[in-house]
RNA sequence: GUGGCUGUAGCUCAGUUGGCAGAGCACCGGGUUGUGGUCCCGGGUGUCGAGGGUUCAAAUCCCUUCAGUCACCCCA
């Protein structure tokens, strides 16, 4: 028999790091929640052209099949497992608009499955914390300046380094482009997305290959990509680039505004960067990405934007904001570099020791007692020596080891300190109820 | 999906021109007939990632594959 092995993306974590993980969703879903953000799970597969109604980047998905599918089963009524929580909201927005309210803000925290090559922070499997607002015909501008604060909020609680949002307008960007004349304004994003890689010298290049600008062109596209502020005097540094549009104009107010909403609530939060672009299609509107500090070099873990025809049936349209957390990610790199730690690898708090087998049901007695006053409590697994007792205890990091006698004393293990103990009255200090979770 | 690097004990790693698989820490047992950590004694716990090839002989050389990681691609 092999011992089973790994399979390349699908990470497995230990239960400390999946104990932290299960805090952090806890931590991102009561914010959510405290903002109003309703529940909603979508089933984990979309139909094939669903997914691929946007891109072509149709190699990435994963599509479900049967083992003994008939020979002659076509694509088109295939499933494809879903690769983010927005296209299958968009879909639910599209199937059920009838039962629900607008605005609708509903939160999605699941798996999501993406066939890339994997490696540090990046899975073919992994966890999203979502947020959307969706909205019948028109969605008010103001959502978009909320959806950063939301997200500080859910994160600035947990002991993890300060993230910086990092946001843009695609209006800004069309805009501009349009205002100067560069033909092709998606694969223009595409090349000024890369700055931070390739440099300025290659942008231009690529500004001039692929988007068709000309050599003045693409040097007011790396103009415009290279500003950044973290207040409104961005508006300004473009404005002195002397291009004129209307869209250009709306993008820059609304981007002031998402900047200046930000810098009451949390100064420092977010920086407008205008050479953020996201995806190629889809954002109509504000963009986000967001960096852990410190953590730079490892690209965005939440990210999202708004967009106005990605819900829409023809005659109908729901336009929407959205972000979303990359758990899995964010955890990824952070446990790659030992910058979360547990107090201890299991949820219990007291273990109580078993004398001899014979004293077992009054030691189930004392756990019942202790678990029906909310204390994560388990007995011992034999009756060995006291010794071993307090070294399983101890190499969980369990605190308290519960002795039964006349009267009962607990002892935390890692004091040393021993005192009698009433099973019906006895409670731990709050912070040692549950593991801690601390930033290393 | 393309290319590079890495893979030896639970962890960190050593292992010479191919010649009996090692160290530290951790862990287990005992000293300790019942309260751990210090101390002493004892124990290597391993499919050298896996499969195949070359060879008298492979952790070591060759091929394939799996996994991790990095750079691309992509990031809906």
Redesign the pocket.
Known sequence: ???P???????EWMPPQRTIEQYVVDRIRNTFELYGFAPLETRAVEPLDQ??R??E?????YVLRRLQAEEGATDDDSLGLH??L??PFARFVLENAGKLQFPFRRYQIQKVW??????????REFLQADIDVVDRDTLPFHYEAEMPLVVADALGGLPIPPIRIQVNNRKVCEGFYRGVGIGDPEAAL?AV??LD??GPDRVAELLVETAGATQAQAKAALALAEISATDASFADAVRALGVEDPLLDEGLAELVRVVETANEVAPGLVIADLKI???????TGTVYETQLRGYE????IC???RYDN?ASTGTERFPGVGISIGVSRML?LLF?HDALTISRSVPTCVLV????ED?RPACDRTARALRSRGVPTEVAPT?????????Y???RGIPY?W?P?EPD?V??????E?VEADAATWQPPAEDLRPVVSGA
């Open positions: 028999m092999t011992r092995k790994p399979i390349s993306g699908f990470p997914l691929l946007k891109g980047t149709s190699k990435e998905v690769f983010d927005t296209v993406r066939g890339e090559r994997p490696q540090e922070g990046r899975y595409r997305d890369k890689k390739i672009a996201r995806g190629l299609d889809y954002y070099r490892f690209g965005s990210s999202g934007g990605l990824g790659g020791a078993v004398p001899t004293d009756a060995a020596k006291y010794g071993k007792q307090i070294k205890a101890e190499r080891v002795f006698g004393t002892k935390d293990i890692r004091s040393g021993q």
